[in-house]
């Protein structure tokens, strides 16, 4: 099955703001952030950007950084892909590794008791 346009796009701009997020950013907490995907609408004019981070801590603020410098990272990421169009962007908490995270305290938990 292959990709349509939208989700090659989707996987660029992942993989871009990955980067701006380690080169770019002077946030020492943005360094810890992983985009796990990015939604983009049909004009690619607005992308939902999802994120997590290990451990998840602060988690609200956090989103309200990332948010506050969505314009920042837009251009950036118009820089990065050389477009004549970049998206707004609109980070979202993606609550998904949550479970992961806590499995990990639990196991932790297990392991100490022995």
Not at 66 to 79: E, K, Q, R
Not at 93 to 107: N, P
Request: glycine share 6%.
């Amino acid at each position: 099955m292959r990709k349509g346009k939208s989700g090659n796009q989707s996987h660029l701009i992942q993989r871009k703001l990955s980067e701006i997020f380690l080169k770019e950013s002077k946030d020492p907490r943005f360094e810890r952030v992983t985009i796990s995907r990015v939604k983009i609408d049909k004009g690619v004019s607005f992308a939902q950007v999802y994120f997590s981070i290990y451990p998840p801590e602060d988690i609200d603020e956090l989103t309200d950084s990332l948010n506050n410098a969505a314009g920042f990272f837009s251009n950036c990421l118009g820089h990065a892909l050389k477009t004549k169009h970049t998206p707004r962007l609109v980070f979202i908490y993606d609550k998904g590794f949550d479970y992961s995270w806590e499995l990990d305290k639990v196991l932790k938990q297990i392991s100490d008791q022995k």
